[in-house]
């Protein structure tokens, strides 16, 4: 129980709380209603409780995070077409088939598809 003690003021803090609250609802909605509204449902109920019933500053800060979150995501998507959540599992998106490949996979082992780096490769020589 000693370990438990340790995580206690984090139990306190309103934003822990504020996501542990989003993350029960998310979880909810994902069950009982659709996976691509989930996340919306969650995160609005979330705020609307919060600027209810509790203060309006951590619902700011919590949107604060969320927001440099998909920044996180969208940027390098935009700019370099690199999906960070893939990347950081070690795979790659197929543009053929859209299935999840190993980033070093030259042909998807799905749909037979030649990645683009080997496609220049064999234009160049
Ligand atoms: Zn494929």
Avoid at 21 to 30: P, R, T
Avoid at 85 to 107: D, I, N, S, T
Wanted: proline share 5%.
């Amino acid at each position: 129980m000693e370990e438990l003690k340790i995580l206690e003021p984090l139990f306190r803090d309103a934003l822990f709380q504020f996501f542990l609250y989003m993350a029960l609802i998310q979880v909810l909605s994902q069950v009982f209603l659709d996976r691509r509204i989930a996340f919306w449902v969650s995160s609005l109920s979330t705020t609307i409780l919060w600027l209810r019933s509790f203060d309006p500053v951590t619902p700011l800060k919590a949107w604060g995070i969320i927001l440099l979150v998909f920044a996180l995501y969208l940027v390098p998507e935009f700019f370099f077409q690199l999906n960070l959540f893939l990347y950081l599992k070690g795979k790659k998106r197929c543009p053929q088939c859209y299935c999840e490949a190993h980033w070093r996979a030259k042909v998807c082992p799905f749909c037979g598809y030649l990645f683009k780096d080997v496609e220049k490769r064999s234009r160049e020589v």
